[in-house]
């Protein structure tokens, strides 16, 4: 029964979302241009801000080794970009390796820290960004949300009992996986440690990562402010706050690219006052973000890193994971289609 329903569910957020495409090309002239012109460019600064955050991260974590931005610039957009059009942020991963591939003798776990060395800062700001929603009474909440029509948000929040087994199951394969690798937990410690060395000076932290989240917050939000004057919505605080609350409820669970299903659910709701607008807005900006995100990304992954499409990098990627636990290194990406997969060498 429990099937049954699902596969009913998602043929229905199916439809929505393509009646909601439909709709947004068909009110192709009722868009302001200029304006999604502006927003797609301060989401493209908002971005490289971001990155710039991660690259002051990379380069306190290797302080003795030269890295170039434009490559951490590169890995980023690809990340985001392939995130956007293919489900379970398989973007992750492709950040990752670009990243590693660009600092030689780097690691995995002291790159994936420095990655995440901008979590603190943005939970704590879409913490009061989720507040702020929910007191505004538009925004669903929580127990609300199997209500919804997205149906990765409603699925697993009418079924309480298969989430609390899921997040069971992976913390026990987490548990499982650490025992297993407890003899190299040591050197595993001291590289997450290495990654995370811009947090152990506050000073440069603040000055070299939380300043630039700060100015990519505000870019964001600016480019927000655009998009919805660009589709007849109207750009306000309270409004760019909303979208805020959406995008970071659609984050937490990426089953779909880009957050698409939730996220048109979720504006439907918040916007509703607006009818036909809030229908336009709900896929016209994942579109164009996407658009934008993918196309940027591929030109990194084509004319930074030299590979000839996303499935070539996820494929080297592997390989080069695959090299690192049999202790062996990889050169960098970068200086043609088969860089980072040849060349093998032993590790001295």
């Known amino acids: 029964m429990t099937g049954v329903l699902a596969s009913a569910s998602i043929v229905r957020s199916i439809d929505q979302f393509f009646g909601a495409v439909g709709k947004f090309f068909s009110d192709l002239a009722a868009v302001h241009w200029s304006a999604l012109l502006l927003g797609a460019l301060f989401f493209v600064l908002n971005l490289t801000l971001r990155s710039r955050a991660i690259f002051n991260s990379m380069r ?22 392939f995130n956007n059009v293919v489900p379970a942020r398989g973007g992750d991963v492709i950040k990752l390796f670009l990243a590693k591939s660009s600092i030689p003798e780097s690691t995995y776990a002291t790159v994936a820290a420095t990655i995440y060395t901008e979590a603190p800062f943005d939970i704590t ?8 929603a929910f007191t505004q009474g538009v925004f669903p909440k929580p127990p609300d949300f199997a209500k919804l029509n997205a149906f990765d948000l409603s699925f697993l929040a009418s079924n309480f009992r298969l989430t609390l087994f899921l997040v069971t199951v ?19 410690w001291q590289r997450l440690g290495q990654g995370l060395a811009i947090l152990r000076d506050r000073h440069r932290y603040l000055r070299q990562v939380v300043f630039f989240q700060v100015l990519a917050w505000l870019s964001r939000a600016t480019a927000f402010w655009f998009f ?25 669970i990426p089953l779909a690219p880009g957050g ?29 973000v996407a ?58």
Request: without cysteine; positive net charge.
């Open 291 to 348: 658009a934008l995100t993918a196309g940027i990304g591929l030109f990194a992954v084509l004319f930074i890193f030299r590979f000839r499409s996303f499935k070539e990098v996820v494929h080297a990627g592997r390989e080069d994971r695959a090299a690192e636990k049999r202790g062996v290194a990889v050169p960098p990406a970068g200086d043609g289609p088969t860089a980072g997969r040849s060349g093998l060498r032993e590790r001295v």
């Open 60 to 81: 306190a974590a290797y302080p003795g080794t030269r890295i170039q931005w434009r490559r951490i610039w590169g890995a980023y957009f690809a990340a985001v970009g």
């Open 125 to 132: 700001v879409s913490i009061f960004v989720l507040i702020f």
């Open 170 to 188: 992976i913390g026990i394969l987490g548990v499982i996986a650490f025992a297993l690798l407890s003899r190299r937990v040591v050197a595993f």
């Open 228 to 252: 919805l004057d660009a589709f007849g919505i109207g750009g306000s605080v309270r409004n760019v706050m909303l979208v805020f609350a959406v995008s970071s409820v659609s984050g937490l």
């Open 260 to 288: 698409v299903g939730i996220q048109q659910a979720l504006f439907a709701k918040v916007f509703a006052r607006d009818g036909a607008h809030a229908i336009a807005y709900s896929v016209g900006q994942q579109i164009v």
